[in-house]
């Protein structure tokens, strides 16, 4: 029976590798995160996503899953697992476990039997074609290009054949088209379900179906070639209906995917009630007004009216007849505090606590990622080798073979890389913030931990945890926060972000300055009177005709 119970969750992203290291070795673990539930329960949050646990080589942290049905010996075992998914249901906390099912690791079983004979029944699990022949030379199938960078063709040792992969070369491409792929996938997807997890977060899901003949990509694009082919292919929805309906619709589960720019009218329709396909899509528009075409390393300055263009276009686009979620960071983005042209030296706590309240009260589920509810900050990274993220490192090289200096092609990387996101935890200000009992880390600590840190912030007077809180208590105690219809105000204005929410005949109004000067803002006639719920700085218990906004200042309002 389906509950529809993520329409008031809340949930919290936690990246393993670097939440809590249980047994002193320099990774994260299971009994780490066990040890921290508490900290989760007490933020607010209803529900946990744990990016990939699984078997993996770590090309690409766990994104390159060598064993859907196990968990990784770094991080403990299937016991500990159960014994976590158990703590987390004690805690009334959903759970939700990552799907990486685009691709596997070039580890996985079937990838090493698919390339081990051409009879091998596990060849048509991948993508696998023969090159072109010039001359001397062997091409790949198509100049389709990976997502990271490169051909997204990887040659099979000397032979003539190549596999695709849109991500690293040590993630192959399953191929969709197979139903016996098809079939293994919903087995995987029940084996979770059956052992009690609630959910599934897939992983760049709109790639799973490709264009077939597969054909070389024949337009001009800035970035990467062949995107038209293997972005919402033709299948995509037919792939989705058929999994709600083995698997999802047999269970009260919740599933988010994680789209790679999808066309407006796919992103509908993927989350369109009626088609039955996944009950929600990342909304991650507004988290490109800083860069130049979805690219998180090209920076441009931030634009505000972007910004709001990506916040409140799924709301409305998916009100009706669908669902939103909202997000201001993951395990893929630096920290919020530091993007979008905000000084997190002078205005941390102010910034990360308006950056909440602008994109938390929107329309959908809320998703926090490890540290936001702290206001944790980027790392102030002093050289490319301190990096471990594989994006970081192609980009880089493609930069500087591409004649860029090196010093411009490290500062382009250190704005936009995911590592800012991936150090531990700073949790305290003992060694290594507390993330363990002092062992050299796998990835470095941020060098400011003493100064930020969770106990810190928790401790703190103007505490951005304890805003997190009463946002998030605000969220869970009205409907109209959590059903309520967006609409906008002023979307010309390039400092303020305002919106109302409205369902039946309650009103909220929410108003920030997104801004480091004081700015004044005449709030709409129905909101004078009405009273502020939450103020970041403390100085409203009423709305005025007018209010004097301080820099990132936020109110949210409630109609008299
Ligand atoms: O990410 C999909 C994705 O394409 C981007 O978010 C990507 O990480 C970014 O553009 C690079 O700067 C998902 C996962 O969230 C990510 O961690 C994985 O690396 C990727 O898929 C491949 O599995």
């Known amino acids: 029976m389906k509950t529809d119970w993520y329409k008031n969750a809340v949930v919290y992203q936690v990246y393993p590798f670097s939440f809590m290291d249980g047994n002193n070795d320099g990774w994260g673990d299971i009994p780490g995160i066990l040890s921290k539930l508490d900290h989760i329960k007490e933020l607010g949050a209803t529900a946990v996503w744990f990016s990939p646990l699984y078997r993996s080589p770590d090309f690409d942290y766990g994104y390159d899953v060598s064993d859907y049905r196990s968990i990784d010996g770094k991080f403990g075992t299937m016991a500990d697992f159960d014994t976590l998914l158990s703590a987390c249901h004690k805690r009334d906390l959903k759970v939700i476990m990552d799907m990486v099912l685009n691709h596997t690791s070039t580890e996985h079983p079937w990838f090493r039997e698919a390339i081990s004979s051409k009879d091998s029944p596990y060849r048509d699990y991948y993508i696998i074609r023969e090159g072109i022949r010039k001359g001397r030379k062997l091409l790949p199938p198509s100049n389709w290009q990976s997502t990271f960078t490169g051909s997204a063709w990887e040659r099979i040792g000397e032979s003539d054949e190549f596999y695709l992969h849109l991500f690293c070369r040590e993630q192959a491409d399953l191929n969709w088209e197979n139903p016996r792929v098809r079939e293994e996938i919903a087995d995987i997807l029940d084996f979770w379900l059956a052992k009690g997890v609630d959910g599934f977060r897939f992983d760049v899901f709109n790639m799973f179906s490709k264009v077939f003949p597969i054909r070389d990509d024949r337009e001009k694009h800035t970035f990467q070639k062949g995107a038209q082919f293997f972005v919402d292919g033709p299948r995509m929805h037919e792939f989705l209906r058929e999994l709600n309906e083995k698997v999802f619709s047999r269970y009260d589960s919740y599933t988010v995917g994680e789209s790679f720019h999808p066309s407006p009218e796919a992103a509908r329709a993927y989350v369109k009630r009626e088609n039955r396909e996944l009950d929600s899509i990342f909304s991650f528009a507004h988290l490109d007004s800083d860069n130049i075409g979805g690219k ?208 039946g005949d309650d009103r909220l109004f929410v108003c920030a300055n997104f801004s480091p000067r004081p700015v004044r803002y005449v709030l709409p006639p129905w909101v004078k009177g009405a009273r502020v719920l939450l103020d970041n700085y403390g100085q409203y218990q009423r709305g005025e005709a007018s209010v004097a906004l301080s820099p990132y200042q936020a109110l949210i309002f409630e109609e008299a």
């Open 296 to 503: 998180k390393f090209f920076r441009k300055p931030f634009d505000l009216l972007q910004f709001k263009d990506g916040l409140f276009g799924p709301q409305r686009d998916n009100y009706e007849d669908g669902w939103n979620t909202l997000v201001l960071e993951n395990h893929d983005n630096p920290r919020s505090v530091d993007r979008f042209s905000i000084d997190s030296g002078k205005y941390r706590y102010e910034a990360a606590t308006m950056l909440a309240a602008v994109v938390f009260m929107g329309f959908g589920t809320p998703f926090i990622y490890m540290g936001e509810e702290a206001g944790l900050t980027n790392c102030a990274f002093t050289s490319i080798e301190q990096m471990k993220d594989p994006v970081s490192h192609f980009v880089y090289d493609l930069m500087t073979r591409c004649g860029m200096p090196r010093k411009l092609a490290f500062s382009f990387i250190r704005y936009g890389a995911r590592d800012h996101a991936r150090v531990p935890m700073a949790w305290d200000d003992t060694a290594n913030g507390g993330f363990n009992g002092g062992h050299p880390t796998w990835q470095c600590v941020n060098p400011r931990f003493r100064e930020i840190n969770v106990r810190k912030d928790r401790d703190a007077e103007r505490s951005v945890f304890r805003f997190y809180q009463k946002l998030l208590a605000i969220r869970k105690s009205s409907e109209t926060a959590i059903m309520g219809k967006t609409e906008e105000y002023d979307h010309g204005n390039r400092r303020i972000v305002a919106y109302s929410r409205t369902f």
